[in-house]
């Protein structure tokens, strides 16, 4: 079956003036991916986003030319297509972390850009109204900021909302760092992680250099999330340096409850791991963040790191020893497309898609209502490194999932929401969504590929022991019940009987 695929590939010019991009793009079969190739030329002064602009389930180029006129680019049959991609000109902030995520849960993808207005910086949200971007209320950093790190979106506190992260330097050397949280539609920032102590030493983040070194990255200061604990919120993996110049490296911020007034709003807050022993012994770590190396959905560690005079980067992989035998589903959202028509009754499959999300709702084991969810690939520039699937915690709660939905990006102009509910998914799951035809929800189809956990061997062994003692015990009551049958006949044949005189 042939599949569509897309492979771009960027060339940045290391020189301060805009960069030229070129595009490559391939279509055809998987075996041969040099067929049909169509070559885009574009000046962008900034790496593009990958969304799904006009919601036929085919990855478009979105981004802003040396103009500062967002532009997007798009297939039509087999002919490249650049429109302006909204009504009104964005400048946009260089590191830019633009998302392609739904932020008002109506199941369809919305735009968030981060922007420059003036000498300050902003950010846009466009909401997908009818399948056409519609620019809401921007909104503004936090006050008293120096430095601004990428933003993230995730849904923090599990209300089934995505939040917006925010990493900041409170001054220009980021010797005082913190994480702020916005709620979608609120214009407050929460502060949800400020102590960088450790004991005597003072963490904090890696500020981006204007002019990177050769053979450095340019890296801006991010998150990198994901539920290395499956516990139902999602955690992070950060850069740190010590603020005394002796080094930096990667640590885990993991998600627990607030302990302290500034954060009792949101209810959640980071908590760095100041001992965790694999990641501090890894110097010089440049980038950190999740994988699920082994396919049974737990997320491992992937750390990028550079020691001091030596050359090139070195890439460790730390394998996740959580011993907790908590619960999961992981989701995949494909195309639903083949290159050409399929043929026969051949259903197609496609490959991962930026825009999907994903929601669930069930019930924890004391009786309260559950629900978190996520994007699929939002974001796709200056090293997100995003997962092409989404895993969802369900903590320790071994029950089926009451409603799992699922929803796709529309096409311009459309007005239905293309949106998908699959009830009773069993825990430790892998669920694979082929939203096939992409206009009649109720048509897509769902394959489900279970994962055992540690207490379903356990079960086993449990019942295998009781049935064991249960024969044991059966086996001695049938020899009791012999031996008294053997005692009766010896008895009776000892026995005098006075009819025989």
Known sequence: MEILRWMCFLQFSSRPRPPRTQW?????????????????IKTFV?????MDFNGDMIPDIFGVSADFSTEVCYLTGRNAVWQAALSSPV????????????????????????????????????I????????TQPGSIPENVKKVGQSSFVDFNGDGFQDHLLPVCLDDACHRSAIYLSKPGEPEWVPVLTDFQRRETLWGFVPPQTTPPAGELHNAIALHLGDYNMDGFP?????????????????LLENV????ASCRDVGRMFRVHWDQSDLGAIPGAAVATFFDIYEDGILDMIVLSKEEGKEGFAIHALKNNFEADAYFVKVIVLSGLCSNDCPGNVKP??????????????????????NASAGQLSQSAHLSLQLPYTVLGLGRSANFLDHLYVGIPRPLGDKDVRKQEWTAIIPNSQLIVIPYPHNEPRSWSAKLYLTPSNIVLLTAIALSGVCVFIL??????????KKADDREKRQEAHRFHFDAM
């Open 235 to 251: 955690d992070a993996l950060v850069i740190l340096r010590n603020t005394s110049g002796s080094g930096q490296q990667a640590f």
């Open 257 to 260: 409850p607030c302990d302290n």
């Open 24 to 40: 490559l793009l391939y279509s055809g079969e998987t075996t041969k991916p040099w067929m049909n190739k169509l070559t885009l």
């Open 128 to 135: 997908n109204k009818d399948g056409n971007f519609t620019k």
């Open 91 to 126: 400048k946009i902030r260089i590191l830019h972390s633009n998302a392609f995520i739904d932020l008002n849960k109506d199941f369809t993808a919305d735009l968030f850009l981060t922007t420059q207005v003036g000498n300050g910086l902003g950010f846009e949200t466009w």
């Open 349 to 370: 499959f496609g490959v991962n898609q930026p825009g999907p999300y994903v929601s669930y709702t069930t019930v924890d084991s004391n009786g309260y209502l559950k």
């Open 46 to 50: 900034d790496q593009p986003l990958i």
């Open 472 to 481: 044991v015990i059966i086996g001695i009551l049938h020899w009791q019940e």
